[in-house]
């Protein structure tokens, strides 16, 4: 128990981890005084005493680094503003324009444009985030989600690449399909072939290039996708398809690459991750930090290293910029529905670049509830609200950035961690919430959507905070609603509401990713899963098919879907009220089982299924083009 008043208190209080939460079963859980030392830990803020309390209480009191930011503050674009504020002050806007004047008591801003404005006021620096008040909504439309990396069948082996992508998006777009949306496709460890799951990425600011599409596409064949050959395999050719490039073309490759340092940097930790190994906290001590000069010394001593895996990301911009293409041309109003992961492995890439904006020796993760007595920890690293802010947001600026530059719809996963974020210790503690700034986060959303003329949609399903949904809302991103999980439970009564009672402002499906498909919930696939790798006891297997069937006859009474079929499903989700309905390609396709099965690793051959139709041929097939007819109707 954290003592009331405590410097231990007021530390916790004053870095934002929130003192008691309720969970989803509405109990009251308080944060004890163990997990309160883990996190502030894990902020650099060390309070294993009071006297130690007391000293973190001055540092949160310090000035930030040179070029750092004291604090932010919201106002609304192209409107007149006013900040709290006494003395001298001197505002550098975004577009290179300068005002000042002498405040007393207010500072009176005028009409910012959209950005990112740099406030001098009283020997503090302040960051102004001018946005737009809200997005527009989008106009109704629906499109279809699918498997990236199962884009390839069984017979021509391999997994799906950027090339298969724009095809299967040429003719999805053929058959009325308003976006294709697929899994994030950050950059990955080429190094390490079992570390394919597209929600643990190395950075969210970089391409992954085990897609991109290559002359001869190398690849097994078989039901399931075999990373351990296939990944390697493709690997070493895209090394050979840049050691057959020109020496002009090499040169220039390096120029750009050079002239963007964050692009260069990240092209230096990857070839160090060839030489190392794929995590740099295992690395030599002096290249654990991008600044050191024993990193500087690699690079000039590397080669082709660094330049390599510059070209490689430049490939990916340019393959994924034509599947944008391809989507544009075949009048896609939103074209590609891309995935932001909610955050980044702890021995990646973006950590390694910039380790400061990142909390340590901590997990994202979820509290206990009903599926996870013990909770979730799901081994990526958090941003650090607090240095996050220090930097002016750039990295959260950065990461939209590099999503919207080929988006023009974005899906941000667990958009929870906008209002808090569960950070579960790796010492064994209780996890507990931290505050995040949602007001400035939701903002530089804003802004960069309207920049991109993009829209957002925020997957808030859990244990949602009070009044996110609404603040969500006025910042017109979309929520979703997934019909599954729709309902209204009472005692042993399950009403499932109909699409009609959702929100116009969300984007509704079936299912996720992370879930059984329309054939699977129905016959209980997913709790044979369960059953089989023991996280379901073999005799409570009769009773859990028995509460499906009572769930499935009473989604049937609320959607009209007594037939069990897709299209009876399809018909269904068009004719609910969100402005968006993605339809899975899975059930579009009559497939039983589901991409990922969460908390396995090897129990479920997660990412590894293969769809049964080529790429190509998605928008010619039968079962595919009566979907995509219900939808249109």
Request: contains cysteine.
């Amino acid at each position: 128990m954290i003592v009331p008043g405590s410097a231990l208190d007021r530390l916790a209080t004053a870095a934002g981890i929130v003192p008691r939460y309720r969970d989803v079963t509405g109990a009251l859980r308080e944060t004890g005084a163990d997990a309160a030392r883990a996190l502030l830990a894990a902020m650099g803020l060390p309070a294993g005493t009071e006297p130690e309390a007391l000293d973190a209480l001055d540092m949160l009191r310090a000035p930030p680094a040179e070029g750092g930011y004291d604090g932010w503050h919201v106002v609304t674009s192209g409107a007149p503003a006013q900040i709290e504020g006494q003395g001298p002050w001197h505002l550098l806007a975004e577009d290179g324009t300068e005002a000042g004047g002498d405040a007393a008591g207010r500072v009176s801003l005028p009409a910012l444009s959209a950005g990112y404005h740099r406030l001098l006021l009283d020997g503090r620096a302040l960051l102004v985030i001018a946005a737009p008040p809200t997005l527009p909504a989008p106009a109704r439309g629906w499109g279809v989600t699918l498997p990236l990396y199962g884009l390839r069948t069984a017979a021509e082996g391999g997994f799906g690449d950027y090339a298969d992508l724009s095809a299967a998006v040429t003719g999805l777009g053929g058959t009325g399909a308003d976006f294709v949306g697929i899994n994030p496709i950050h950059a990955g460890f080429p190094t390490d072939p079992d570390a394919f799951s597209p929600y643990s990425p190395s950075s969210r600011q970089r391409l992954n290039t085990a897609h991109l599409a290559l002359p001869g596409r190398p690849g097994s064949p078989g039901d399931l996708i075999d990373y351990a050959a296939d990944r390697p395999a493709h690997l070493a050719a895209l090394r050979a398809a840049y050691a057959a490039l020109s020496d002009a073309a090499r040169a220039a490759s390096v120029a750009h690459a050079t002239d963007d340092a964050d692009l260069w940097r990240f092209a230096v930790h990857q070839a160090l991750a060839d030489r190392h190994g794929p995590y740099w906290p295992d690395w030599p001590a002096a290249l654990r930090r991008p600044d050191n000069p024993e990193v500087a010394a690699f690079a000039a001593a590397a080669g082709d290293g660094p330049a390599f895996h510059a070209w490689a990301q430049q490939e990916a911009a340019t393959q994924l910029g034509q599947v944008r293409d391809a989507a544009a041309a075949a009048g896609m109003r939103h074209g590609l529905y891309l995935d932001l992961a909610v955050g980044t492995h702890p021995g990646g890439a973006e950590t390694w670049a910039e380790p400061e904006v990142f909390a340590r020796g901590v997990s994202l993760g979820a509290p206990p509830d009903a599926f996870s007595p013990g909770g979730q920890s799901w081994g990526i690293a958090p941003f650090d609200p607090r240095a996050l802010a220090a930097r002016g947001f750039k990295p959260f600026i950065d990461t939209l950035r590099a999503q919207f530059r080929f988006a023009r719809l974005l899906r941000v996963d667990h958009v929870l961690g906008f209002e808090r974020a569960f950070w579960v210790p790796e010492n064994g503690a209780p996890g507990a919430y931290v505050t995040m700034p949602r007001a400035a986060l939701l903002a530089i959303t804003r802004i960069e959507a309207a920049r991109a003329g993009a829209t957002v949609v925020g997957e808030d399903l859990g244990n949602v905070p009070e009044g996110l949904r609404d603040a969500m809302q006025e910042a017109g991103v979309l929520g979703c609603r997934v019909a599954m999980f729709e309902r209204d439970q009472e005692a042993d009564v399950t009403r499932y509401r109909p699409g009609s009672a959702y929100d116009t402002l969300t984007l509704a499906s079936f299912a996720s990713h992370d879930l059984p498909t329309w054939k699977g919930w129905r016959t209980g696939r997913d709790l044979e899963w369960w059953a089989r790798i023991g996280q379901l006891p073999g005799e409570d297997l009769p009773a859990a098919r028995a509460t499906r069937a009572a769930e499935v006859a009473a989604f049937d009474t609320a959607h009209g879907t007594a037939d069990g079929t897709a299209d009876a499903l399809h018909l269904a989700l068009a004719g609910s009220a969100a402005a968006l309905v993605a339809v899975q390609a899975e059930d579009m396709l009559g497939l039983t089982e589901q991409p990922n099965l969460p908390g396995t690793i090897d129990a479920h051959p997660n990412w590894r299924r293969r769809l049964p139709v080529p790429a190509a041929d998605l928008g010619r097939d039968a079962q595919v083009l009566r979907s995509a007819a219900l939808m249109r109707r």
